[in-house]
């Protein structure tokens, strides 16, 4: 499954940084002449109500969203493994991030990123804030409870009889044991963010147009969707390619990281 995934992640990635070179066409570009056309040779999927190339705005549309998505997983990476390290170790601090974590976990997630972007206001970096605030406290609960887990193992209690520093022992003894629970929640949070940005744009509050995003494309498609299917299918045909990809990469990631998982297929 991870060799799958990776292979459809890379067609998407090879997708976003070609096609602008094989087929140049401004995807701002606005033609009353060319409005609702079929897909053709001039325009492979076809033209939106305003005369606009659907290939171009795709592309464009996908690097807004991998960007998005890559910017959101980077951020709760660097903090939610930060914070659950800490957490886990010292009870003191956990109380708070576990309290924090766990009102952020009460909201049903997609009413708290509109929450968050009634608040900011639609742009880019605010949909990544919303999305990072969103996943983090998985990972931070993911890599606590690890540490948890851990903290009082024998081969712990030996490196701290030899002098290891608290931080040594997080980062050398007990996050490799923690990193393969880790990384499938991260690559579970970067396909969920792909789906949290295109509901959001689908709703007006993601990156404002006339940036082209895959949601704006299938919201802007609803009026035309017996008229001019193209436009609604080509944009959801690419979530769910982005998506199905991240999965396969989470799951092929759990089997080769989570001993359980191996047990248990065995």
């Given at each position: 499954m991870l060799s799958v995934g990776l292979m459809m992640l890379t067609l998407l990635m090879l997708f976003t940084l070609l096609t602008p070179l094989l087929v140049p066409i401004d995807p701002l570009g606005i033609s009353a002449v060319d409005k609702l056309l079929p897909p053709s040779l001039d325009?492979?999927?076809?033209?939106?109500?305003?005369?606009?190339?659907?290939?171009?705005?795709?592309?464009?549309?996908?690097?807004?969203?991998?960007?998005i998505a890559v910017a959101a997983t980077a951020l709760?990476?660097?903090?939610?493994?930060?914070?659950?390290?800490?957490?886990?170790?010292?009870?003191?601090?956990?109380?708070?991030?576990?309290?924090?974590?766990d009102s952020l976990l009460i909201f049903?997630?997609?009413?708290?990123?509109?929450?968050?972007?009634?608040a900011?206001?639609?742009?880019?970096?605010?949909?990544?804030?919303?999305?990072?605030?969103?996943?983090?406290?998985?990972?931070?609960?993911?890599?606590?409870?690890?540490?948890?887990?851990?903290?009082?193992?024998?081969?712990?209690?030996a490196a701290r009889s030899l002098g290891a520093s608290d931080l040594r022992v997080l980062v050398l003894h007990?996050?490799?044991?923690?990193?393969?629970?880790?990384?499938?929640?991260?690559?579970?949070?970067?396909?969920?963010?792909?789906l949290v940005e295109a509901g959001l744009s689908?709703?007006?509050?993601?990156?404002?147009?006339p940036a082209p995003?895959?949601?704006?494309?299938?919201?802007?498609?609803?009026?035309?969707?017996?008229?001019?299917?193209?436009?609604?299918?080509?944009?959801?045909?690419?979530?769910t390619y982005a998506v199905l990809s991240l999965n396969l990469i989470g799951d092929g990631l759990r089997d080769m990281l989570d001993p359980r998982s191996r047990a248990a297929g065995q």
């Open positions: 325009h492979l999927l076809g033209t939106d109500e305003l005369g606009r190339d659907q290939l171009s705005r795709l592309v464009v549309g996908s690097g807004i969203s991998l960007r709760t990476a660097i903090f939610g493994i930060g914070l659950g390290m800490v957490s886990g170790q010292y009870p003191a601090i956990d109380i708070v991030v576990s309290q924090i974590s049903p997630g997609v009413v708290l990123a509109i929450m968050i972007l009634a900011l206001g639609p742009s880019e970096l605010n949909v990544i804030i919303a999305v990072f605030v969103l996943y983090v406290p998985r990972v931070i609960r993911t890599v606590r409870a690890a540490v948890i887990e851990y903290r009082d193992a024998d081969f712990v209690q007990i996050f490799p044991r923690a990193i393969g629970p880790t990384m499938v929640q991260l690559s579970l949070g970067f396909s969920s963010a792909i689908f709703l007006g509050l993601g990156a404002p147009p995003t895959w949601g704006g494309m299938i919201s802007g498609a609803r009026e035309y969707i017996r008229t001019a299917p193209w436009l609604m299918i080509a944009p959801g045909a690419i979530i």
